[in-house]
């Protein structure tokens, strides 16, 4: 009988030390009931914010409104990702209208979440690059003439732009675009001391831009506009039309990077990153530079009949995204 006795009183005993043990590992929780932007989601509003896991289970109480105040007894969920990390996770076993007093003094909250955590903001910046080859090219060549007369430069410029326009329109072939994109005609004086300047001559010059989608074919048609007549290339560019899966890509890497490096933050501070308060985002696309191997006159390469060799670079897609955080500290 007294082994019955004894055995009994330390199975009581033991079951006494781990029901102490499992209400130490809780966290008492009070403060007053909030929306939240999780879906579903509700918050405790305490010393800091507590995301409501299992809210659904007392949402048809009478008092479960926003603003109530309430204490819950219950486990902070470290590993729980939710959408918008507004709020430590937390699962309650109780949840119930504070009935404290006015003017009583709250008990202090059990475990560390409650009192030996704080909250501090952390403002960190991601940067990403993505290299695409480009798939638009963008070539613009002029005709300029010289003559003693406007009419007649006019006339010349006119006479040899439609040619070149005409050539380049072959070379470019179907799916290119050719239009005129500048025009001037303007008077060259000639300056002497205390005289009215003198009209020597007039300049004119006509501008058309070619946009490719072909790039192999951006040497040929500088090539066609220089025999047709054109005589300065005024510029060529590389553009990415369709840029939006290369953009989505790079900012997308821009993100990562930011909370990355919130998270570092937040871990050398002992905590992790409670929610994302904001985020914004820059980008900007820096074109490449063409390369001509060797350098010859355009009247030199109609002599010679060379092709111009033209080497199209990469486009360079940076992104850039400034992320502010809410992180848990140690106190």
Do not use: C, H
Not at 49 to 72: D, T
Not at 271 to 288: D, L, Y
Not at 293 to 302: I, N, P
């Amino acid at each position: 009988m007294r082994k019955l006795i004894t055995s009994s009183a330390a199975v009581a005993a033991l079951v006494i030390v781990l029901a102490a043990q499992a209400a130490a590992a809780q966290t008492a929780v009070r403060g007053k009931l909030g929306r939240t932007v999780e879906p579903g989601g509700w918050l405790i509003l305490a010393e800091q914010k507590y995301l409501l896991l299992n809210a659904e289970r007392w949402r048809g109480e009478s008092w479960f409104r926003e603003g109530a105040e309430v204490e819950a007894l219950g486990e902070v969920r470290e590993g729980v990702v939710t959408t918008y990390m507004e709020g430590t996770p937390f699962e309650a076993r109780t949840l119930q209208r504070t009935s404290t007093q006015a003017g009583a003094q709250p008990p202090p909250s059990q475990g560390m979440r409650g009192s030996a955590m704080g909250l501090t903001r952390v403002v960190v910046t991601g940067d990403s690059l993505v290299q695409e080859r480009p798939d638009t090219a963008v070539v613009t060549v002029s005709v300029v003439t010289q003559s003693r007369t406007a009419l007649a430069a006019q006339q010349e410029n006119a006479t040899k732009t439609d040619a070149v326009v005409r050539a380049v329109r072959a070379a470019a072939g179907a799916g290119a675009e050719v239009e005129t994109s500048g025009y001037s005609l303007q008077p060259q004086y000639t300056y002497r001391e205390n005289q009215t300047p003198l009209i020597q001559s007039y300049v004119a010059q006509n501008s058309v831009t070619v946009t490719l989608n072909d790039l192999s074919k951006v040497g040929p048609v500088i090539d066609a506009a220089a025999t047709a007549g054109a005589n300065q290339v005024s510029g060529l560019s590389f553009t990415l039309r369709q840029d939006k899966a290369a953009r989505q890509r790079a900012l997308a890497e821009a993100t990562r990077a930011a909370l990355s490096k919130a998270q570092t933050i937040a871990t050398a501070l002992g905590g992790r990153v409670v929610r994302v308060v904001e985020v914004s985002e820059a980008g900007s696309v820096s074109r490449p530079i063409p390369i001509y191997k060797g350098e010859m006159t355009m009247s030199a390469r109609v002599s010679d009949q060379a092709q111009t060799p033209v080497e199209v670079g990469s486009l360079d897609i940076r992104s850039q995204v400034t992320l502010v955080a809410e992180v848990s500290t140690e106190r």
